[in-house]
């Protein structure tokens, strides 16, 4: 439940109109309340590719697609989330090309890449070929959408809002904890309302408010590789990264890169 008034929404909705990037609240009489811990339940274990370096997760008609990236490795993959059998994998990345976040959006995937600057499009569910790139001149990191906009991350405290056409940028919002930056938002999912986001190298998730940037809820996962697969670390296990949720289910998962184990949550 969000806590603002009526008026002080429209001024933070007006604010968002601003294209100017911004690392930290909106307007700085506005205070936040406290960010609370959200608490879940592991309600399911499903298995997980652990060649596939986790960038971006997406439900969509009832199937798990995955971007991976660690460039020539990089792909874009349709799974069975309860097999974790691949149905189709597109390996589109090179000794240059390091894939990063995906988003479907009207019929459309949409995948971000690293350092290079360029946005494949592919229609869906043909993932084996680009019917377009589109030029993005950040860092790709995170990806998702919000029904009427793309919503981007890029490793810094910001988030981008584009439009799904042309890229072109919309709004910039600065993203901020009790009126501190929130760096490395790496993966995103859009939630009912809210933006959730992996905090790149730790087992965070935070829950964002998109209309004034305030991390309101967080999700913690420490512990989470010892307790469930302690016997399958390795030196190529790596950081906690992939949310995907279905709105028709409920159904909320979350992964890793290189992680032998995907996981249903329940929000409590």
Not at 66 to 90: M, Q
Not at 94 to 109: A, P, Q, R
Not at 211 to 216: D, E, I, K, Q
Request: glycine share 8%; aromatic share 14%; net charge negative.
């Amino acid at each position: 439940m969000k806590k603002y008034s009526a008026i002080l929404t429209l001024v933070i909705l007006a604010a968002c109109s601003n294209k100017d990037d911004t690392d930290g609240p909106l307007d700085p009489g506005i205070v936040p309340a406290k960010t609370t811990a959200i608490p879940y339940t592991i309600v399911a274990e499903y298995p997980h590719d652990t060649s596939a370096y986790t960038q971006g997760l997406e439900f969509y008609n009832g199937k798990l697609y995955e971007s991976t990236g660690d460039f020539e490795a990089s792909s874009v993959r349709i799974t069975d989330y309860k097999t974790g059998k691949i149905e189709k994998k597109h390996m589109m990345g090179s000794t240059s090309v390091f894939g990063e976040g995906i988003t479907i959006f009207k019929n459309k995937l949409y995948q971000l890449t690293w350092k290079n600057n360029i946005v494949y499009v592919y229609d869906v569910p043909n993932i084996e070929t680009p019917v377009k790139t589109i030029k993005w001149p950040y860092e790709g990191w995170g990806l998702t959408n919000n029904g009427n906009d793309l919503i981007i991350s890029d490793g810094s405290a910001k988030l981008y809002f584009v439009n799904a056409d042309d890229f072109r940028l919309k709004s910039t919002i600065g993203v901020t904890e009790n009126g501190s930056p929130v760096y490395n938002l790496n993966e995103l999912e859009y939630i009912e309302g809210w933006v959730f986001a992996n905090i790149y190298q730790s087992d965070i998730i935070v829950k964002i408010d998109p209309a004034s940037g305030f991390v309101v809820g967080k999700m913690d996962f420490t512990g989470i590789k010892e307790k469930f697969f302690a016997d399958k670390i390795t030196d190529r296990t790596d950081f906690f990264n992939g949310i995907a949720y279905d709105s028709s289910t409920k159904k909320f998962l979350i992964t890793g890169k290189r992680w032998p184990k995907m996981f249903e949550l329940k929000l409590n």
